[in-house]
């Protein structure tokens, strides 16, 4: 398969920090890449310089088959952007924002306005396209935000955080969209900081963190090595701890690490509906408990385990229960 | 816990200088970045159409300044001759106009730059100069616009021009140009300065001595020597005699050069500085 995205070596420095250091990516076309990090790791930076907005110190890259700093204007051509540093004109509505784009496309007045208003029908914007963009929630804003990157047909598309504070909803709408473009041929390069949404919609995914590439891979592969979900029980009585060590078995097939100190158990979890049979186990025992938790690894543990091998810390808790009635 | 193969990163290539801008990369021409920089310059005009508080700063401010000038100062600086003292301030309150709407100029372009829009058009197959070409025509409209309505109500209250209208517009045509050079030092402004907000605190530090320590509203001959050595440099004072002859027929063009020798000097100044931060802040 033909890449659609190649940089090699790629290094920016600002004024006191190197935000990307021997930067290597390769994203066949017609796949979504992931670029998962925290804060600060340089997603950014590299789709700011795939973008053609930044130039980097160091380092090449060809979009679509064409350099960036040789021909930017070809690669401007076939890239769209949507994310934190793309946005819309908020005092002009979405339709005349895009409609300007498409005139700058080289489209006539008539052809940029049926493009705008057919671009942000299938966004579901037609009720709203002629208010002004201020006016628009988060959600709505992002998907004016991605109609305007779609105007000239890129075969590649940057999508910056393209969720980040937006609620599920809204959220589920983009990765839609997106899987959508995908199916249409576009190449997709994601940046998020969340593993979840790279698991959901990226073919392979690149790590990065303090500025380099720390792991490439599918997600799968990327998920079993920062390890799954695991589940936490502590019954309120002591002698209760037998008892629900012998449910966990039963329901998981593992034997739960026990913490002596606070009688909690904690068992590797694969299927998640065995938190509701768990709870009804735990009812028809009479256990009562203080604490009944799922733990997700978190982007920190993600990091950890794949930064250092071996290391995994207690992650932050989504604790879905408490003391049953 | 069983340890997938785990794909490494590829292996890093020798480190590489970026590539030299190449003989055949693709340019836009320069009458396909005019166009563009028409159809960003519309932006202006539909905001303007669609959103009158846009309109404060074109119309309210400047009429302020002729009513309150007229109405409240007149009768002590002119020493009770209303009508002779907006005879001469009108005038000198068209070049306030484009001087005092090159601010909005800058907020604009700063605005732009922070919410992202500037990345949008910058991430298109668009002229380089697109961007701030647009930004430069749209403005002048706005310089239009307020000249038109300054010179529609001083009419109204009492104003009238004396020459004809070839003068007349070369006189606009003389203000066009005068914000258009002067625009610079507020475009510079709004690359460098990083919150929209901050850009009109510095630039009024600007415009207040270029707009009040002139001859616009008072004459040169009433303040003390060292104000009046600035006030007889300043480019305001220079434009604003030549706008008297132009419109009252009073007095002669001796101080064209000198006005045209100021914008061209805040070209040269303020283009170079502004191209070298567009470049430096948005990282080309």
């Known amino acids: ?325 | 816990m069983t340890m997938p193969a785990m794909q490494t990163p590829p292996q890093p290539a020798p480190p590489q200088q970026p590539l030299a801008q190449g003989t055949q990369r693709r340019r836009i021409g320069p009458l396909e970045a005019v166009g563009q920089a028409f159809s960003l310059a519309s932006r202006n005009t539909i905001k303007l159409k669609k959103n009158p508080d846009t309109l404060v700063d074109v119309t309210f401010q400047p009429l302020l300044m002729l009513f309150m000038f007229t109405f409240l100062f007149s009768g002590a600086i002119a020493d009770g001759d209303r009508n002779g003292y907006l005879q001469d301030l009108v005038p000198g309150l068209l070049v306030f106009c484009p001087l005092f709407l090159t601010i909005g100029t800058g907020v604009a372009l700063c605005t732009d730059i922070q919410k992202g829009f500037f990345d949008r058009l910058r991430s298109l197959p668009i002229a380089r100069s697109a961007p701030l070409a647009g930004m430069v025509i749209g403005d002048v409209v706005r310089y239009v616009l307020s000249i038109a309505i300054v010179l529609g109500v001083s009419t109204l209250i009492g104003f009238r021009i004396q020459t004809n209208p070839f003068e007349v517009l070369l006189a606009v045509a003389l203000m066009i140009v005068f914000g258009l050079c002067l625009c610079w030092m507020s475009i510079f402004a709004g690359i460098m300065i990083p919150t929209p907000a901050a850009v009109p605190g510095i630039l009024v530090c600007a415009v207040m001595p270029l707009s009040f320590g002139s001859n616009i509203f008072a004459p040169a001959e009433t303040m003390p020597g060292w104000l009046q050595a600035w006030v007889n440099l300043n480019p305001v004072t220079l434009m604003t005699d030549v706008n008297r002859e132009l419109l009252l027929g009073k007095g002669d063009l001796s101080s064209l050069p000198g006005a045209l020798a100021w914008m061209a000097g805040f070209l040269v100044v303020f283009f170079p500085l502004t191209m070298r931060a567009y470049r430096r802040r948005l990282g080309n």
């Not at chain 1, 090449?60 to 076939?78: E, I, Q, Y």
């Not at chain 1, 590649?156 to 041929?185: C, F, I, K, M």
């Not at chain 1, 576009?186 to 698991?199: G, I, R, S």
């Not at chain 1, 959901?200 to 920062?226: C, M, S, W, Y």
């Open chain 1, 1 to 325: 398969m033909p890449l659609a995205i190649e940089a090699e070596g790629l290094v920016k420095r600002f004024k006191d920090t190197t935000a990307l250091r021997d930067v290597h990516l390769a994203v066949p076309a017609g796949t979504v890449h992931g670029v998962l990090g925290p804060n600060g790791a340089g997603k950014t930076t590299a789709v700011r310089i795939l973008a053609t907005l930044l130039t980097p110190d160091a380092g090449r890259a060809r979009v679509g088959g064409h350099d960036l700093l040789k021909d930017p204007v070809t690669v401007r051509r076939s890239i769209g952007l949507t994310g934190q540093y793309a946005a819309l004109d908020e005092e002009l509505s979405a339709l005349e924002n895009l409609a300007l784009i498409g005139r700058l496309m080289k489209l006539s007045s008539g052809r940029a306005r049926a493009r705008a208003k057919e671009l942000l029908g299938n966004f579901g914007l037609t009720d709203a396209m002629e208010r002004p963009v201020k006016t628009y929630s988060g959600g709505m804003r992002r998907r004016a935000d991605l109609a305007a990157s779609l105007v000239g047909r890129p075969s590649v598309l940057y999508l910056d955080e393209p969720t980040t504070g937006l609620d599920p909803h809204s959220r589920n709408e983009v990765w839609d969209t997106v899987r959508g473009l995908v199916a249409q041929g576009v190449t997709v390069l994601l940046t998020t900081q969340y593993l979840e949404e790279a698991d959901q919609l990226a073919d392979r995914i690149t790590v990065f963190n303090h500025g380099t590439v720390v792991a490439e891979g599918r997600p799968d592969e990327l998920k079993r090595r920062a390890g799954g979900q695991t589940l936490q029980v502590r019954p309120t009585r002591r002698e209760h701890v037998d008892t629900v060590a012998q449910i966990l078995l039963g329901l998981t097939g593992h034997i739960p690490a026990r913490d002596e100190d606070s009688g909690r158990l904690t068992v590797p979890l694969l299927d998640p509906m065995v938190m509701s049979a768990l709870v009804q186990h735990l009812a028809e025992a009479g256990v009562a408990f203080d604490e009944l938790g799922l733990r997700l690894p978190t982007m920190d543990e993600t990091f950890l385990a794949i930064t250092s091998p071996g290391g995994r810390r207690a992650p932050l808790e989504e604790t879905l229960g408490g003391r049953p009635a």
